[in-house]
């Protein structure tokens, strides 16, 4: 259908072309040959006029010589022959230039044609293979396509799992310096538990030297004051004894 559809169209195209091309030709003659009346008229009246010159010459100049006459008609008639001559030539020339137009006009109308209609059997011939071609080139874009998508899904699914790597690598470093940061605490909270476990020791063992030296000086009182007493006591049996007995 859309092919005997694009012949009507250029088939109507070519004709509306022929007419034109008709009516321009037929404008062109008629246009010449009114050129050519006109140039005819204009020598007939150019004819008249130097006739009616030569004759109120004539008239005029009885008393010339008949051998002038005949140098002034014919220098007239050589300038009235070149005068046609050279109207003729611009007719032919003009007439040349027509045949020439029409013609190259002509002509680059059946190369047109001629040229379609190669193009419309060129095309109808390979029509099968267009369609392959066009079917080639539409799957190979396809292939095209749909390998850059699986580049792109792949690019993609390399840049995700490199920031999650690296997500992972931050979160590592994090912990590994949470866990630095609970050892140095755990240690600098030890160091403190045994200063403070050697402080409270050392205060125990100041505690029990003070205790020690009171129970000492507490003992050395005790048996200062048991010398004393011993002291005291023994004063006193050293007083002499009295004794009393009965003599029978």
Same mark, same amino acid.
């Given at each position: 259908m859309?092919? !005997? $559809? !694009?012949?009507?169209? /250029?088939? !109507?195209?070519? %004709?509306? #072309?022929? #007419?034109?091309?008709?009516?321009?030709? !037929?404008k062109s003659r008629s246009a010449s040959r009114e050129r050519s009346r006109r140039d005819r008229g204009n020598r007939l009246r150019s004819r008249s006029r130097d006739r009616k010159k030569s004759s109120r010459k004539r008239s005029y100049s009885s008393s010339s010589s008949s051998s002038d006459d005949d140098l002034i008609l014919r220098a007239k008639r050589r300038e009235e022959e070149e005068k046609r001559n050279? =109207?003729? %030539?611009?007719? @032919?020339?003009?007439? #040349?230039?027509?045949?020439?137009?029409l013609i190259e006009e002509e002509v680059a109308r059946r190369v047109e044609e001629l040229v379609a209609k190669r193009v419309e059997e060129e095309l109808e %011939?390979?029509?099968?293979?267009?369609e392959a071609e066009v079917l080639r080139r539409v799957e190979e874009a396809k292939k095209i396509m749909e390998l850059q998508m699986l580049n792109e899904l792949e690019s993609q699914r390399q840049a995700e799992l490199e920031a999650q790597k690296k997500k992972e690598e931050e979160d590592h470093k994090k912990r590994e310096e949470l866990e630095a940061i609970m050892v140095e605490n755990n240690r600098k909270m030890e160091e403190?538990?045994?200063? @403070?476990?050697?402080?409270?020791? %050392?205060? =125990?063992?100041?505690q029990r030297k003070i205790l020690e030296e009171r129970q000492r000086l507490e003992d050395e009182e005790k048996r $200062? @004051? #048991? $010398?004393?007493?011993? =002291?005291? @006591?023994?004063?006193?049996?050293?007083?002499?004894?009295? /004794?009393? /007995?009965?003599?029978?």
């Amino acid at each position: 259908m859309g092919r !005997s $559809r !694009s012949r009507s169209r /250029s088939s !109507s195209r070519h %004709k509306h #072309k022929t #007419k034109r091309k008709k009516t321009a030709r !037929s404008k062109s003659r008629s246009a010449s040959r009114e050129r050519s009346r006109r140039d005819r008229g204009n020598r007939l009246r150019s004819r008249s006029r130097d006739r009616k010159k030569s004759s109120r010459k004539r008239s005029y100049s009885s008393s010339s010589s008949s051998s002038d006459d005949d140098l002034i008609l014919r220098a007239k008639r050589r300038e009235e022959e070149e005068k046609r001559n050279e =109207v003729e %030539k611009q007719r @032919l020339m003009r007439q #040349k230039e027509i045949e020439e137009k029409l013609i190259e006009e002509e002509v680059a109308r059946r190369v047109e044609e001629l040229v379609a209609k190669r193009v419309e059997e060129e095309l109808e %011939k390979r029509k099968e293979e267009i369609e392959a071609e066009v079917l080639r080139r539409v799957e190979e874009a396809k292939k095209i396509m749909e390998l850059q998508m699986l580049n792109e899904l792949e690019s993609q699914r390399q840049a995700e799992l490199e920031a999650q790597k690296k997500k992972e690598e931050e979160d590592h470093k994090k912990r590994e310096e949470l866990e630095a940061i609970m050892v140095e605490n755990n240690r600098k909270m030890e160091e403190a538990q045994r200063k @403070l476990a050697e402080e409270q020791l %050392k205060l =125990v063992e100041d505690q029990r030297k003070i205790l020690e030296e009171r129970q000492r000086l507490e003992d050395e009182e005790k048996r $200062r @004051l #048991k $010398r004393d007493q011993e =002291v005291i @006591l023994n004063k006193k049996n050293a007083r002499p004894r009295l /004794s009393f /007995s009965l003599n029978k």
